[in-house]
């Protein structure tokens, strides 16, 4: 729930961070019509730290995975087989 209303007001408020946040529709692995916000990942990271929280998850688990993503994001390079074995690797 908390990853769907963070989403929610990620996509509402767009117009605000648009100009840094916003993902381009050209290019090989693009699916999207329009521009798509690419701080998604915020939604998602912050259900998790409230699911660690909660069920007492430590961060080894998904930090590295986060951390991945976050830079891709910051450096808008997207290469989907370094992101893939990173995170296949971090599952062990």
């Known amino acids: 729930m908390v990853s769907f209303c963070l989403s929610r007001v990620i996509v509402a408020t767009q117009h605000w961070h648009g100009r840094w946040s916003l993902d381009a529709v050209d290019?090989?692995?693009k699916s999207h019509a329009l521009p798509t916000p690419r701080i998604g990942g915020l939604a998602i990271a912050a259900a998790m730290v409230l699911a660690w929280g909660i069920l007492?998850?430590?961060p080894q688990q998904w930090l590295d995975s986060a951390a991945q993503g976050t830079l891709a994001d910051l450096l808008g390079r997207s290469a989907c087989g370094p992101r893939w074995s990173q995170g296949f690797c971090s599952a062990f």
């Open 56 to 58: 007492e998850f430590g």
């Open 27 to 29: 290019g090989v692995q």
